[in-house]
């Protein structure tokens, strides 16, 4: 885990791009792609050292260019990098040419850590073993989606659930559901890479929230893995609640990642 080893998040996230796509080094840059998925913004960008400045614009949009694409192959722009305490800086040049600016919580915990919490217990949780369960995983995915029905989104689930099967065959980990009555009502990924166990896509149906579900499928999944790794990770935008969930298992705050990315052709910011 040589990049960024003291940030999780993105040390774990190019460690998983390095098993579904390419990673490679380059001077300014970790450049990373997924060939057979051109519209995975974040699996076709640039990672930088530090958080960018205005007066760099130019030359990210002209570097990204020439390695990662550009249209009709490759509609967007993205770029991560991890956020220090000592970031400066605004991205508001960014912003005004229409990108989006991300600041992500990378939260982490030792599995016995993690502290009881309120579980519901009509949740049952179990790996996926059937080809239905990948069926409604995609549904509650595409439903998140701010356009479902677009064929790029289609393509980009797709893409995800056939690279998660690839994992998950190769042993590096596996998808776990929460049913109720035997309807899938949440799931999320735990991945085990150089002793680190990182969540992936945690998920509970719009239907299902505020009941506890995603404290119950986590913990259950936390306990039933505990042997697996060292350390556990998950990422949160900072925007949303579910951070306040982590932490109140007992994850702490071990660092953020900052990204910004541009959409590159009408109509399709979903």
């Known amino acids: 885990m040589h990049h960024f ?3 999780l998040g993105l040390a774990t996230d190019l460690l998983l791009h390095a098993e579904t796509g390419l990673v490679e080094s380059r001077d300014d840059y970790i450049v990373v792609r997924t060939p057979d998925a051109p519209e995975y913004f974040f699996g076709n960008m640039l990672v930088l050292h530090r958080r960018p ?34 970031s400066v800086g605004s991205l508001d040049a960014f912003v005004e040419q229409g990108y989006n600016a991300i600041v992500c919580r990378v939260l982490a915990a030792h599995s016995d850590d993690v502290r009881p919490v309120a579980k519901n217990s009509l949740v049952k949780v179990r790996p996926f073993a059937v080809h239905q369960d990948w069926d409604d995983w995609s549904r509650m995915q595409l439903a998140e989606m701010s356009c479902p029905a677009d064929v790029t989104s ?30 899938q009502v949440g799931s ?37 893995t505990a042997a697996q790794s060292d350390r556990l990770v998950v990422v949160a935008d900072e925007t949303y609640h579910a951070g306040a969930i982590y932490e109140a298992m007992g994850f702490q705050q071990q660092g953020r990642v900052g990204s910004l990315y541009q959409v590159r052709r009408d109509g399709a910011a979903c």
């Not at 550009?70 to 991890?82: G, N, S």
């Open 5 to 7: 080893s003291d940030n």
């Open 53 to 86: 400045a205005g007066i760099d614009l130019k030359r990210l949009e002209h570097d990204f260019a020439q390695l990662i694409g550009t249209p009709p192959l490759i509609t967007h722009r993205t770029f991560a990098w991890p956020e220090s305490a000592d």
């Open 154 to 183: 289609q393509r980009y689930i797709a893409h995800q659930q056939m690279a998660y099967r690839r994992l998950i065959h190769r042993g590096l980990g596996n998808w776990w559901g929460a049913f109720i009555n035997d309807e």
């Open 188 to 224: 999320l990924g735990l991945f085990f890479l150089n002793g680190v166990g990182r969540f992936q896509s945690v998920i509970t149906g719009k239907l299902h929230r505020n009941r506890n579900v995603c404290k119950s499928l986590m913990s259950e999944v936390i306990k039933l």
